[in-house]
């Protein structure tokens, strides 16, 4: 009976490859995104994340955290204050994604052209603003997330990984990524499993990736 049992397990298919969770670590030491916001903007990227079979975590970062005790893999999303000028990205920039082969890989959110493409107001924080920040940079990182894992694969024509998100795409009640992307971020996610423990990303070099705005002019279409 022993060897029957042996043979079953000898001759059972191996397990199939899991891929890790991702830890989406987010640093906004100048506090640009209401802390009141943030249970809300995690579920939002992990929903959309896992809405497609992948596993990603959000975690902000606090203030004097020691990092390194984030297991791999993990990226870091920081919120700019600023505009993306220096960054040598186009006007209207919402975020960005940079990195080396071999090295890290950073998403750079730039806050005010999140704001002016949601026809926000400075200073407008009322729970409609605030759910629409949530959803609107949810997406927004989503796609430099997916830069990070894929950075070969570029833009597609429509859905999430569009190089130009309107208001309205930011705030649909769906957005679709697409299937190219979704493979190659897939596999990028079991190839850095595969190097659990390493603080570099197992995944080709690529230019810096950016999501713009809708090219808008002053007055700017604030929302009220």
Not at 10 to 27: N, Q
């Amino acid at each position: 009976m022993a060897a029957w049992v042996f043979l079953a397990l000898a001759l059972a298919p191996p397990a199939p490859e899991t891929a890790p969770t991702l830890t989406l670590v987010w640093h906004d030491s100048t506090r640009q995104f209401p802390a009141a916001g943030l249970g809300r903007l995690a579920e939002e990227v992990e929903a959309l994340f896992r809405e497609n079979g992948l596993s990603v975590t959000f975690h902000p970062a606090a203030d004097q955290e020691n990092l390194r005790r984030i297991p791999e893999p993990r990226v870091n999303a920081i919120v700019l204050p600023g505009e993306s000028g220096r960054f040598g990205v186009p006007p209207n920039t919402m975020a960005a994604a940079h990195g080396e082969k071999g090295g890290k890989y950073s998403i750079f959110v730039f806050y005010p052209g999140v704001r002016r493409t949601l026809g926000h107001r400075d200073g407008q924080t009322s729970p409609r603003h605030l759910a629409e920040l949530t959803r609107a940079l949810a997406r927004i990182v989503a796609h430099e997330v997916v830069h990070v894992l894929a950075p070969e694969s570029g833009h597609a024509e429509s859905g999430l990984m569009s190089g130009r998100l309107t208001r309205e795409e930011l705030l649909g009640d769906v957005i679709d990524l697409d299937g190219p992307s979704l493979e190659r971020a897939a596999s990028a996610m079991k190839e850095w499993g595969s190097a659990t423990g390493s603080s570099k990303f197992p995944i080709p070099a690529a230019p810096l990736r950016s999501i713009v705005g809708p090219e808008v002019q002053p007055p700017w279409p604030f929302v009220r």
